[in-house]
């Protein structure tokens, strides 16, 4: 299928827009894309005036929550999914998050060929010659960089499963199926894995009360909210003073 379809932003305020209810990831991003300046705006919040560009948005996590009925947990999982795929990027202000959709032109329709004005997909030489360019200084800099060569790893090299299977420190259920499932995991999915094992562990300490391994992946478990595990204490039960005690003395 080729070709562009054209959505107002006004559509937001149809009927069929205000259900309230937990929005699916593509209702998620769509909604995204409608909010994020179709114009430079100057911002203020909280006494701060703050640049907000073309394609950008200024919003805290906790609004964007309330905007997708989903939890502050799953709005930083969601936002971490898009920017490993390269869809968007957010900067953390004081009191707010800067999040700029990658490519913005390209949701714009904006024409820069004779090949894009017909509707005809880009070949691979047409989208590399239309990326922004870099110095040699800043590709340098970025080839040597530690994200860089994550970012061109093959998903076979990136985050292994030995090392999930190291950090994730519960050896039970048989290796070898869980190497095979750990091979469907996308890299987007490694990457946020990785993250969340040390808060996980952090908040079950105790590995017996963690989720078996096949659970972890089955479920997909990295995309819940961390909950801390450690239990409430209560105060020591002192027995009540008998008020006629003192006649006893």
């Known amino acids: 299928m080729e070709g562009w379809i054209k959505l107002h932003r006004s559509c937001r ?8 209810r937990p929005l699916t990831r593509r209702e998620a991003w769509e909604n995204i894309l409608l909010s994020v300046n179709y ?33 502050v947990q799953q709005v930083r999982t969601f936002f971490k999914l898009l920017e490993a795929d390269g869809m968007i990027k957010t900067e953390g202000l004081q009191y707010t998050t800067r999040l700029t959709i990658c490519n913005w032109d390209t949701y714009q329709g904006v024409v820069t060929s004779q090949k894009q004005a017909d509707n005809k997909p880009l070949t691979d030489g047409q989208q590399t010659a239309n990326r922004p360019l870099t110095t040699t200084k800043e590709g340098k800099e970025r080839e040597e960089s530690k994200e860089y060569k994550e970012e061109i790893l093959p998903i076979s090299e990136f985050y292994p499963f030995e090392e999930f299977w190291k950090d994730y420190d519960k050896k039970v259920g ?59 204490q209560k105060p020591a039960y002192q027995p009540a003073k008998n008020v006629n005690d003192k006649w006893r003395d």
């Not at 305020?13 to 309230?20: R, S």
């Not at 701060?48 to 997708?68: D, N």
């Not at 987007?188 to 391994?213: G, M, V």
Request: aromatic share 12%; with cysteine; charged share 35%.
């Open 13 to 20: 305020d149809h009927w069929l827009y205000t259900e309230y």
């Open 39 to 71: 114009e430079p705006k100057k911002t203020l919040i909280k006494g701060k005036v703050y640049e907000c560009g073309v394609g950008q948005s200024l919003l805290s996590l906790e609004s964007w929550a309330k905007e997708f009925v989903w939890s």
């Open 174 to 232: 048989k290796k070898e199926n869980l190497e095979a499932k750990w091979k469907k995991v996308s890299k987007a999915d490694r990457i946020l894995i990785k993250e969340y094992l040390p808060k996980y562990k952090l908040a079950q300490p105790d590995k017996k009360f963690r989720k078996n391994p096949d659970t972890f992946l089955n479920n997909r478990s990295w995309n819940d909210e961390i909950i801390d595990s450690k239990p409430i």
